[in-house]
């Protein structure tokens, strides 16, 4: 194994993820993985697939030196410790927003302000399929979040190909499964309150519109309901091109973007029961499924796009950058294909 | 009691929760209720909650004579047998969309055309918030669709009291349950198959589009999702109004449409778990929830409906209908106020 | 309307269960609901199926008078309050265990004993189908927990009609939602985790082993499995007998214990999906189902039963005991039917 | 890649488990994957986790050579085909229950007889924590049931310790996910009939019963409830020793069976949200759970154990018993930890 690594946080669902990936991936050794709240609790206490791993929570007061160091923190805690982590780390792969955006004003609209602020220029948003010529040696990476990276995955192919201007209106309408709020629970998050929803969890608002614009350039309208599903973040994209787009030119668009793309697949309208992307069909995967429709009766393009937020979404990504910026193949360790059948991923 | 009735088309979905409705309703007396693939087997063999009815499915070729004949068809068949329907009975309340529609043009472009059309005119289409007015004495009452009426009882405020004019871009993203693919099965709709989706399942096309823009007069862009419940149909609406829309306007618009009304509730964003309109709030009942939330950084308006796509979305439509169509007070047999906490409706 | 009516504990599940009952109920005017968590709320704050109700939750520690008191709180409430319940109402229905068991010592195995034991005599048991005479004009009504009473209709015709001795082996496999859990929440009753499990969640030890034994005259091994639904209660008996019993025998036994009952259907593998009890198919209603298998090969008798825990399990039990004390007719405000579909109950 | 392999009836849920499987296994390559009703259709039009295998389904008509046949066919299928499939491939690993029995009598007593007796000695039953031994160079593998596995997991520690004697009463109450109903569907397994169950399902006189009793040499009492998620068996044994048994004993006895087992984790009892066995928790994985608890009261003791029926109940037990056939380090392949979180598996 050639990279010692670390996580910070990992008693929580990507923090879970992650170390699964790692103790799964031949080029890392996690030395470390922290929790405040399960502190000297085995690795299995919290994740009952993890059981097999040797390893204990330790505090994270005190960081291992080590190669790369994963911080699956709430927001907020990144920035505060950056210092620390840099110091026990070559590489910070934050998954964290709090090196997402690139300016103070941005975190002053969506989040409670920046404390390390000349810290976001040197920082490299990692949505590999957007941003894989920054990532090789960047020092701190800054893991794309769920509901953009799905957004971002669904648009992207309009703007590369020029199908759109950046002036049109776009919809973005997401639906999330439960994870996306983290372990731990509260009323809203308990199985009576939670299971079977369709829930508007985010009607306006969703700080990951802030990322969305800052990437794609374009203002989104973008709502988040919360469905009954644990894993996934489905995004539906409603855009309105102001003039007609041939079908053929959308193909063309996205297979243009991802045909060599490792982790995206191209899903639309074929046969069988899968005919557009699902959550389903990529739970536990790094894998983004990415379609679209056309509606020529409203001037009307649909794109599509699923994944699995704590991968593809989240912990996936994490790794995935890692590898990019270490020089690594980059679906080392990410190769699980998902289930069919599954129930609720 | 004062009315004789039938359903034909009762092993169904739709027919079950007519049969239901009507056992429980004061005025009500079910005479017959006929189904082809279970003729002479009790209702309660297709319908286990319905196990204490006396009542034996007869063949739909030999309708005995009552007051009113509620159709529970698969769309087609009431146009057919609409001679022998009134044949039977004063009063035919078709739950199909075989009479929403204005025009033989509208069913040549998003059905297969109409065999009678003369009979269009006469037919009056019932979403009772809508066209209570023309429901007395009407002879043919077709109930409004499942998901035109979420979506239309989530706009109708909008247009009622002037915020929007009609050239307004809309968006209309729809989430739905599995029984709107009706009963019987098939692959796609198979527990391990349906069980956990986001699946775009009417991506652009949708026929409740017609009704939609027949009743509001507008354009919309109408997607349908299927997510993992069984009863529910969830409308998110997002509106471009061009100007800033006071969010006191908003509030009197919703509430001067609906504070009379029995079966509307206004539900945007006070306290607790349940903030917007929710499909498991009002799974089992004639309510249907509207909401709303302002999107000022997008000149956005959203609004949110939600309904039980068996219930406010066709069973218990119809019957509201037929109160009032026959002069019943508008609520009764349609009191149930729903569980809570209910898992997936 | 005949009688008063107050809720104490009118936030939790079973609360709000009580709640929409007696608002639907004719004999009952509910004055008051309290709650220490959500004093001066609305009740449609905790209960959205509840929001049309024009009631705000009041502090437990001042009661007023009525004539009855439901006690929705949790187990050891009731023993510690019982003089000011019984000060503010004649009657006292209590849903928690305070008051199930004959005995000090009972209390003391199963629970953290009793404060006043002078009451348990006094107090009657309330499983109508057992115990319907001595109801009539009872103080103290201890209305029968959720698991004993769905193990209990499903054994019970086997002693009334002497097929069973008291001194077989008797396996109780209980599988139920998530709504026993209560409100509230916490890590395991989070959607993330609690979903789509089989969890064995009292493998051994539970509590309502007590009630069983003490109502039957007979030990049970008794084992609770946590599955994905969020109400019900499905309890399955594997009975050994000692001599092989005959079909029509198990018949004539079940059929007279409850072909007069309003509440309690039998279920024994018929046709159709629905062939034995489930708990879907009584979800919302204060039915129970019942039904039984025989497995000659191995001298076994296979009983199962089917409650919607919320309901036949507690509050629909508690106001169908309510009704029999006061000699209110027995099916009164309890007519639900049922739903058909419907998804996890 | 040192074998070649081919998956007859690959359209199939065990099907694609098998593809999948073996698409990722080092040691296969698949060459050939069969379906009736797919012919032609690529692998990922039934799968959609399989869209980037380059393979499509061709007539089981015509097989190819190839070492190892996998055969994922309904039950009969491969009695009938078995020269067929000898012909093809020098090892035939079956999947269906055609030649796990030992004699005529059984398979005339629990299934529709047989056509090919003459080879049950020769087949070798592929639960490898049973039978390892014989497996090296097994020309007909007929790999375990997954109700049965789930079973015979649980309770084989008990035999091979001496813990039981045989004689005992045992009850296996197991509950199974919508996937053991294999693709296709059907009424009672649509999603809206299917959801939220709990239904027995097979009340007694489950085909497996056969199975446990053979490999296990005791009467076992067996019944099968269908719960609401896809993949998964839970098994629950309910065992009665006669007199008590030491815990310690008991610990010994599952640490004796299974300390070396690379498949089979004990958890019994621990801290967290996961003490006991659960499906969710081995779901996508070729793992069992196994554990136990003892009821002194009862002088019962309650063992646990769960697996996913799709891997270790099917097409994982199925690889896992090609490993050991054919030399292959053991856990080639089936190395995936499964997720947490993770939904209805």
């Not at 899968?274 to 790094?286: F, I, L, M, S």
């Not at 593809?312 to 190769?335: F, P, R, Y």
Request: charged content about 25%; overall charge negative; aromatic content about 8%.
């Amino acid at each position: 194994m050639s990279y010692t690594a670390s996580v910070v946080g990992g008693s929580g669902f990507t923090g879970g993820e992650l170390l699964r990936l790692l103790a799964g991936h031949p080029e890392f050794e996690v030395v470390q993985a922290t929790s405040r709240s399960k502190e000297n609790r085995t690795v299995g206490h919290a994740h009952p697939n993890l059981r097999g791993l040797d390893l204990r929570f330790s505090s994270p007061a005190e960081l291992e030196s080590v190669d790369v160091l994963f911080a699956a923190t709430p927001h907020g805690v990144s920035m505060e410790r950056i210092d620390a982590f840099r110091e026990a780390a070559d590489t910070v792969v934050d998954l964290s927003a709090d090196f997402r955006l690139d300016t103070v004003s941005q975190y002053d609209e969506w989040y409670d302000g920046h404390s390390r602020p000349e810290l976001l220029d040197e920082a490299v948003y990692a949505l590999p399929e957007l941003t894989r010529e920054e990532l090789p040696g960047a020092e701190i990476v800054a893991s794309g979040g769920c509901n953009a990276t799905a957004t971002i995955l669904g648009l992207k192919p309009l703007f590369d190909d020029g199908v759109l201007t950046g002036d049109e209106q776009v919809v973005v309408d997401v639906k999330v499964g439960s994870s996306e709020g983290g372990a731990g629970g509260g009323e809203a998050a308990s199985h009576p309150e939670r299971s079977g929803v369709v829930r508007p969890y985010a009607p306006t608002g969703h700080r990951h519109e802030a990322e969305i614009e800052q990437f794609l350039g374009l203002d989104v309208s973008f709502t988040v309901h919360a469905v009954d599903m644990t894993r996934g973040a489905s995004a539906t994209c409603h855009i309105f091109p102001g003039e007609p787009v041939p079908k053929g030119d959308l193909w063309g668009a996205y297979r243009g973007s991802y045909e060599d793309e490792p982790f995206v697949d191209l899903v639309a309208g074929g046969g069988g029961v899968y005919r557009y992307p699902e959550p389903k069909a990529v739970a536990g995967t790094n894998r983004a499924e990415v379609g679209f429709e056309l509606d020529p009766e409203n001037r009307r393009l649909v794109a599509f796009s699923a994944i699995d937020n704590m991968m593809k979404g989240s912990a996936g990504q994490a790794v995935h950058a890692a590898n990019v910026a270490l020089g690594i193949e980059e679906t080392t360790g990410l190769d699980f294909k998902g289930l069919h059948p599954v129930g609720a991923p």
